[in-house]
């Protein structure tokens, strides 16, 4: 099992910057790969980024490449999600999720068993 908590979500201008944390805990967290998806009101949750569990590899959604980068710290069992010029429509519910057994479906959502519960980012433009 593993239990996921986020944090660093919060309200920023457009062009801004946070960083939202992802904690996790549970003996098989530094085995498993990590990822951010969103939610916006009205809107299917889209997959953000994904980090194999050792870090090496980090796949992005077009929308935020380039703006966006995922990190991991396994002595911490934590992944970062450093977001920095963002936008109106990055504004969402923001979900860690983990998973053993990803494969190449590293962008759906039902590839992933464990998720937090959230932390809203609000860019306001």
């Known amino acids: 099992q593993v239990q996921l908590v986020e944090s660093g979500g919060g309200l920023v201008q457009d062009g801004g910057s946070l960083r939202l944390s992802c904690v996790g805990s549970?003996?098989?967290?530094?085995?498993?790969?990590m990822a951010w998806f969103r939610q916006a009101p009205g809107k299917e949750r889209e997959f953000v980024a994904t980090?194999?569990?050792?870090?090496?590899?980090?796949y992005y959604a077009d929308s935020v490449k380039g703006r966006f980068t995922l990190s991991r710290n396994n002595d911490k069992s934590a992944a970062y999600l450093q977001m920095n010029g963002l936008k109106a429509e990055d504004t969402a519910r923001y979900y860690c999720?983990?998973?053993?057994?990803?494969?190449?479906?590293?962008?759906?959502?039902?590839?992933?068993?464990?998720w937090g519960r959230g932390t809203q980012v609000t860019v306001s433009s």
């Open positions: 549970g003996h098989t967290f530094p085995g498993v790969a």
């Open positions: 980090i194999d569990w050792m870090g090496n590899t980090v």
């Open positions: 999720a983990a998973g053993s057994d990803i494969g190449t479906l590293w962008y759906s959502q039902y590839k992933y068993d464990y």
